[in-house]
């Protein structure tokens, strides 16, 4: 049974940092490109960043470029999302898909894998 399990949202002030880990199990890692997504409320889900099996190649939305960085261990079956100069429009559910592709998908449908999501709120 695969299990994506994000952990590492909370309650951050604008500037500030967060980390977001996703555990996989059930799955091997490197047999998957990763991707984040997030979803503010009364908004749609929405592409974030994703990294490519092997680490080697990533893409991340306009929005979020510079400030975010995605990165993963497969030794350790996890993938990470290093939040920096968080803004209040950061503020949703985030949620990190799992996609058996090797090619780097931006649209959501194209994932097979999801997990349950963790909130990240920013205040101003």
């Known amino acids: 049974q695969v299990q994506l399990v994000e952990s590492g949202g909370g309650l951050v002030q604008a500037g500030g940092s967060l980390r977001l880990s996703c555990a996989a199990s059930?799955?091997?890692?490197?047999?998957?490109?990763m991707g984040w997504f997030r979803q503010a409320p009364g908004k749609e889900r929405e592409f974030v960043a994703t990294?490519?099996?092997?680490?080697?190649?990533?893409y991340y939305a306009d929005s979020v470029k510079g400030r975010f960085t995605i990165s993963r261990d497969n030794a350790k079956n996890t993938v990470y999302l290093q939040m920096n100069s968080l803004k209040p429009e950061d503020t949703a559910v985030y949620y990190c898909a799992a996609d058996d592709s090797v090619v780097l998908h931006l649209k959501g449908d194209k994932y097979d894998y999801w997990g349950q999501g963790t909130q990240v709120t920013v205040s101003s």
């Open positions: 059930g799955l091997t890692l490197s047999n998957y490109a």
């Open positions: 990294i490519s099996r092997n680490g080697g190649s990533t």
